[in-house]
């Protein structure tokens, strides 16, 4: 008896030595992919990179999504006739956000799926008087916008993009410094020769607020002003006045463009992709569906993410609630109530896309390793814990549709106490429907040049393609 108690330790010790967790046996979903899905990954990618050379705001950001969305058929709604089973159609509210809709064949109380996205990103905004001298060189007084660290955005290529809007009416478009050729504007760093004044600031006070003010001119004119050369060429190129700028939406991004990473080019670097990634994968996703879906496909695209989901262009606004209400009167005609566009929405399945913090591999100690996302792993599910998550069925309903499809995926939750972060999952919640938030990891959240992996991308697409057409 006493050999073969000591036989069963011994097995079991042998087991428990050599067991693992299955997330230790995942693999990068790299290992999985055949030659041909290597072409089709780039292909996609190169997509996506000039949409996000282009899309520096969600101003120019909602521009190339209409002009794609336009080129596969979809319309811009103007009244209800247009609503009838398979129309494409684009609502577009104020030029910042937008919806993509595909009418499904049963009617949006029978149910719908809606990705949601934000495409605005953390930048720097100029104020409302924003011309100054100083020490010769005129500046721009600025504001940021969303979280960033400060000290990123000294001493690399800027540019200036948005609109300006004039007393009668018309608008201007503005961007500088996107071109080659273009000049851009710098915020100046001090040189360590004489920075030993600044040397004991501490790391996210490294550049205050009201320093972060970049250069735009030193040459005076015969006045000795360089803000009246400055005002020249606005006035010259864009024909506005230094009172224009109080009506006027101009950000300051990057200048650099969308650039592989690595030498086997698996990674793609940009300003941006937190959360134009989603966003541009979620409008993609939809372009591809190829005959009318069972239930009406939304993309949901909102601006103001990254301040609070703030005004009638952010998450918090009633634009969606106005959507499923015109949809919903279209399709019931004259038995329409209020009560039916509260049952579409509560009959929604709805993912809520956005990006998050991939483990580091110089700081893998700021995640908690065991449920932190990796790049090239696959899409995230996140689950944030602390009732922000969504229910376990919804959940095994999005679990069953990635294995389904043999689609990587992985989970993501930040180190208790350490991290955090939102989406505009949390707003549509509110209106009863049903909710989960995935995303993808990104390496460099909010800096002027954040990495994602490509294929990371590519499987995003799967998912959103699969999960449009699900029953």
């Given at each position: 008896m006493m050999y073969l108690f000591t036989f069963i330790l011994i097995f079991f010790l042998q087991f428990s030595l050599h067991a693992q967790s299955i997330w230790n046996t995942k693999r990068s979903a790299w290992q999985s992919i055949e030659p041909k899905d290597r072409e089709n990954i780039e292909n996609y990618i190169d997509g996506y990179a000039s949409y996000l050379d282009k899309a520096r705001t969600e101003l120019s950001s909602t521009k190339e999504f209409i002009d794609l969305l336009r080129s596969e058929g979809f319309a811009l709604y103007s009244n209800s006739t247009q609503i009838k089973k398979g129309a494409k159609l684009i609502f577009n509210n104020r030029d910042r956000a937008l919806i993509a809709v595909i009418i499904g064949e049963q009617s949006l109380i029978k149910g719908s799926r809606l990705i949601g996205a934000h495409h605005d990103s953390p930048r720097i905004d100029i104020k409302a008087r924003p011309l100054y001298e100083q020490d010769g060189f005129a500046l721009l007084q600025t504001i940021y916008y969303g979280g960033i660290k400060k000290y990123q955005w000294v001493n690399i290529p800027l540019m200036l993009s948005g609109r300006i809007d004039k007393k009668d009416g018309t608008t201007v478009q503005v961007e500088i410094g996107r071109k080659p050729d273009d000049p851009i504007i710098i915020i100046p760093d001090a040189a360590p020769h004489v920075d030993s004044p600044l040397r004991k600031r501490e790391y996210t006070g490294v550049m205050e607020g009201e320093e972060m003010d970049p250069i735009i001119g030193s040459i005076p004119d015969q006045k000795n002003s360089i803000l009246n050369t400055?005002?020249?060429?606005?006035?010259?190129?864009?024909?506005?006045?230094?009172?224009?700028?109080?009506?006027?939406?101009?950000?300051?991004?990057?200048?650099?463009?969308?650039?592989?990473?690595?030498?086997?080019?698996?990674?793609?670097?940009?300003?941006?992709?937190?959360?134009?990634?989603?966003?541009?994968?979620?409008?993609?996703?939809?372009?591809?569906?190829?005959?009318?879906?069972?239930?009406?496909?939304?993309?949901?695209?909102?601006?103001n993410e990254e301040t609070g989901n703030v005004n009638n262009t952010g998450a918090a606004s009633t634009f969606l609630n106005k959507v499923y209400g015109i949809i919903s009167e279209a399709q019931a005609g004259k038995d329409f109530s209020e009560n039916m566009t509260r049952q579409a929405l509560t009959a929604a399945k709805v993912i809520s896309a956005d990006a998050n913090d991939g483990i580091s591999p110089l700081f893998p100690g700021l995640s908690e390793k065991t449920n932190a996302a990796k790049l090239g792993f696959g899409p995230s599910i996140k689950r944030y814990g602390r009732s922000f998550d969504?229910?376990?069925?919804?959940?095994?309903?999005?679990?069953?549709?990635?294995?389904?499809?043999?689609?990587?995926?992985?989970?993501?939750?930040?180190?208790?106490?350490?991290?955090?972060?939102?989406?505009?999952?949390?707003?549509?919640?509110?209106?009863?429907?049903?909710?989960?938030?995935?995303?993808?990891?990104?390496?460099?959240?909010?800096?002027?040049?954040?990495?994602?992996?490509?294929?990371?991308?590519?499987?995003?697409?799967?998912?959103?393609?699969?999960f449009y057409i699900a029953q």
């Open positions: 400055v005002m020249n060429v606005l006035s010259t190129s864009y024909n506005c006045t230094e009172e224009d700028l109080v009506s006027a939406e101009l950000h300051i991004t990057p200048a650099i463009g969308a650039r592989d990473i690595g030498l086997d080019r698996s990674l793609i670097g940009s300003y941006g992709q937190d959360d134009r990634s989603c966003s541009y994968v979620a409008i993609r996703a939809l372009m591809g569906i190829e005959k009318t879906p069972d239930l009406t496909a939304f993309a949901y695209i909102v601006d969504a229910n376990s069925e919804f959940t095994a309903w999005i679990r069953n549709l990635l294995d389904k499809k043999s689609i990587p995926w992985q989970t993501a939750s930040y180190k208790v106490e350490t991290g955090g972060g939102g989406t505009i999952g949390g707003q549509m919640s509110k209106e009863d429907m049903e909710v989960i938030d995935i995303g993808i990891p990104l390496l460099s959240m909010h800096s002027p040049f954040e990495i994602a992996s490509k294929i990371d991308i590519w499987n995003l697409h799967r998912l959103f393609t699969e």
